[in-house]
């Protein structure tokens, strides 16, 4: 069964004046649309084609013959957590057991927004950055390109932000910390990463 592109959480429009819906033309409708149909031409016919996509992310991490499978098969899962990682009443702070992991890692929702936001502005190239459970300490991770913290064991990621050019080129430009600010401030959906912190 093919794999399909997954509808957006809201309106294309619904993000703006943060990400507008021409953004979503492109990022959405073509670089994600993209990488869907180019994963299923690159399992058509092969042992990958009746898999999860979790688990063919997983069995191509380690690149070879694979590689082109598995960028496209995790650009596919990673955009997905993205467009889940953002949401039209989004910033604000967390609570509950997940306000108390950021203080407990942190120090202060400043102090991550901090950490997170030079993270992200420091990924060499295109790549992510990830909010992550990992042995019950929440971290700060960037992987570059199409990796994801989904392939480690143990690793739980919460939230993400694509700092691909794509991402913010339209809206931003250059100015990439101008976008993570937005993000952080505007964007970033707590409910999402509060119930991926609960997943057992």
Same mark, same amino acid.
């Given at each position: 069964m093919p794999f399909t592109?997954?509808?957006?959480? $809201? /309106?294309?429009? =619904? &993000?703006?004046?943060?990400?507008?819906?021409?953004?979503?033309?492109?990022?959405?409708?073509?670089?994600?649309?993209?990488?869907?149909?180019?994963?299923?031409?690159?399992?058509?016919?092969?042992? $990958? /084609?009746?898999? =999860? &996509?979790?688990?063919?992310?997983?069995?191509?991490a380690k690149g070879g013959e694979n590689t082109g499978i598995f960028n496209n098969a995790a650009q596919t899962w990673n955009h997905t957590f993205f467009w889940n990682s953002m949401s039209p009443n989004g910033g604000g702070e967390p609570s509950g057991a997940l306000a108390d992991k950021i203080q407990a890692s942190f120090g202060s929702l400043d102090n991550f927004k901090d950490k997170f936001a030079d993270a992200a502005a420091s990924q060499f190239g295109s790549g992510w950055a990830w909010l992550v459970e990992n042995k019950g300490q929440l971290e700060i991770w960037t992987t570059s390109?199409?990796?994801?913290?989904?392939?480690?064991?143990?690793?739980?990621?919460?939230?993400?932000?694509?700092?691909?050019?794509?991402?913010?080129?339209?809206?931003?430009?250059?100015?990439?910390?101008?976008?993570?600010?937005?993000?952080?401030?505007?964007?970033?959906?707590?409910?999402?990463?509060?119930?991926?912190?609960?997943?057992?």
């Open positions: 592109l997954p509808e957006l959480p $809201f /309106a294309k429009d =619904a &993000l703006e004046p943060h990400m507008s819906s021409r953004t979503f033309d492109f990022h959405y409708g073509k670089h994600h649309a993209g990488y869907v149909k180019k994963l299923n031409a690159g399992i058509d016919g092969t042992k $990958f /084609a009746d898999m =999860a &996509l979790i688990d063919i992310i997983r069995a191509t390109n199409a990796k994801t913290p989904i392939t480690e064991d143990g690793v739980k990621p919460l939230i993400t932000l694509d700092v691909w050019e794509h991402a913010y080129y339209l809206d931003y430009q250059n100015g990439r910390p101008d976008f993570i600010r937005a993000f952080l401030d505007h964007l970033i959906n707590w409910e999402f990463a509060a119930r991926n912190l609960a997943v057992e």
